[in-house]
């Protein structure tokens, strides 16, 4: 299902460096098997389709996970419901009716899944299950161990298990509600960094998208493996955190269709993911692309350039 490898000591190092502000350092991360395997040519991407044209009402509930019985992983999910569209996300609501892709989304260092709310609510609300885990030991009033982020793709797949098995439990809200075959990966900062780590050291082959927000491929590397998962990397320039040549340099390294939403103004987090014209272009841009990437729905995947058009908020490579 998925790889993982430790990775050298001083890129360890590095990871610790370059994620430094709100953390200190951790023991090294656990052992792992051997490397992935390397890229490979583009695979078919998910049969043509078409994304929801009517936003949703969006429901959100908690899921209680604990990986190796030391690891606990509280999941916040938001999901489509019925409702009225525009409301506040109302907890334990009625999923509304059809199959919705999954998106797995990584909180940054000393970070939450609700301070993310006001992007992944609207990703919901556009037809897309969002599961979003607390790490246990970067996130917010935990012991910011910054390299234990090299644990966390593994926290991924292991959320990623559990949560595409209530598709088939009895008696879940949920139950066939998800389309367990159109998942993707999203991340912000150390997020950022822990979903690069799943299409390189971490691959887990169910993904077959990724948004990587602020993300750096300290510790984790940029050896690309499996069937091609295009990419949408979005960065600030002004970035004061994960340099904007470093996330660049990731996204050049990507094998597969990719684009990058560069912010001339944006900064590591508050430009980025904070309200106003950043968060709307964000949140435009990221929405057509999971529209394209998980419903196949090729009339996003046009609108891509439009989206990211907002004066000089923002500017789209396009190489999808």
């Known amino acids: ?34 490397a992935p395997p390397k890229a490979t040519a583009p695979a078919p991407r998910v049969p043509a389709g078409t994304a929801p044209a009517e936003a949703f009402a969006v429901g959100v509930r908690q899921l209680k996970l604990n990986r190796g019985g030391d690891r606990p992983l509280p999941v916040t999910l938001w999901y489509p419901a019925r409702g009225s569209a525009g409301a506040a996300a109302q907890r334990d609501a009625t999923a509304a009716t ?11 260092l000393d970070g939450r899944p609700t301070d993310y709310q006001a992007l992944l609510t609207r990703w919901a609300a556009a037809g897309f299950v969002v599961a979003a885990p607390t790490f246990p030991h970067t996130g917010k009033g935990t012991d910011g161990s910054v390299l ?3 644990n966390q793709p593994a ?3 292991y959320v990623l298990d559990k949560v595409l098995a209530l598709d088939a439990r009895a008696g879940d809200p949920l ?27 971490g691959r887990d082959e169910r993904l077959r998208a990724g948004v990587v927000l602020a993300g750096t491929g300290l510790g984790v590397g ?11 990397f979005v960065h600030g320039r002004a970035d004061e955190v994960v340099d904007y040549a470093a996330g660049k340099a990731v996204y050049d390294a990507v094998p597969w269709p990719k684009a990058m939403l560069s912010l001339p ?20 841009t990221t929405i057509e692309f999971l529209r394209w990437s998980l419903y196949g729905d090729e009339a996003a995947k046009g609108r891509l350039p439009a989206s990211a058009a907002r004066g000089d908020v923002a500017v789209l490579d396009d190489r999808l």
């Not at 900064?267 to 968060?279: E, F, K």
């Open 98 to 108: 059809g199959r919705f892709p999954v998106v797995a989304f990584s909180h940054g």
């Open 155 to 157: 926290d991924v797949s």
């Open 1 to 34: 299902m998925f790889r993982r490898r430790t990775p050298v000591l001083l890129t360890a190092a590095l990871l610790v460096s370059g994620l430094a502000g709100c953390s200190t350092p951790a023991p090294a991360p656990t052992a792992a098997p051997p």
């Open 265 to 284: 103004r944006g900064d590591h987090g508050r430009a980025l993911l904070g309200d106003g014209a950043a968060l709307r272009v964000v949140s435009d």
């Open 148 to 150: 234990d982020v090299l």
């Open 222 to 232: 940029t050896a690309f493996a499996g069937a091609a998962a295009p990419q949408l």
């Open 175 to 201: 139950r066939g509600r998800l389309a367990t075959d159109r998942v993707a990966a999203a991340g912000h900062s150390a997020g950022g960094v822990t979903t690069i780590g799943l299409f390189t050291t």
